[in-house]
């Protein structure tokens, strides 16, 4: 099970901080992804970063998001800096079995999602 929170009303050039904590034993063996969905648009990737904690971001976010991960926490973060209108969206976390994949059809299990939204 994963259980995203974090999300909220921020302006632009704000920051947020999002946090996906996995139950299970299993979380260090994880290759852990945030994607993100707005309104009438398909679910969109925005970073990963593998069970080793090598991370790989979008474009959209270089520069400013990190992604990071606390093993002993069993919890994946979005440091989210420099908020921008577009940054709007419903952010999932989510797990796969498989490194550095970007698609969301590689992602075996998804917590339920957290609102993020950029005022401009």
């Known amino acids: 099970q994963l259980q995203a929170s974090g999300g909220g009303l921020v302006q632009a050039g704000g920051s947020l901080r999002l946090s996906c904590v996995v139950s299970g034993p299993t979380f260090s063996s994880l290759n852990m992804g945030w994607f993100r969905q707005a309104p009438g648009k398909e679910r969109e990737f925005v970073a990963t970063?593998?069970?080793?904690?090598?991370?790989y971001y979008a474009d959209s976010g270089k520069g400013r998001f990190t992604i990071s991960r606390d093993n002993a926490k069993n919890t994946v973060y979005l440091q989210m800096n420099s908020l921008k209108y577009e940054d709007t969206a419903v952010y999932y976390c989510?797990?796969?079995?498989?490194?550095?994949?970007?698609?969301?059809?590689?992602?075996?299990?998804w917590g339920q999602g957290t609102q993020v939204t950029v005022s401009s």
């Open positions: 970063i593998s069970w080793s904690d090598s991370p």
């Open positions: 989510a797990a796969s079995l498989r490194e550095g994949v970007k698609a969301h059809e590689e992602y075996d299990y």
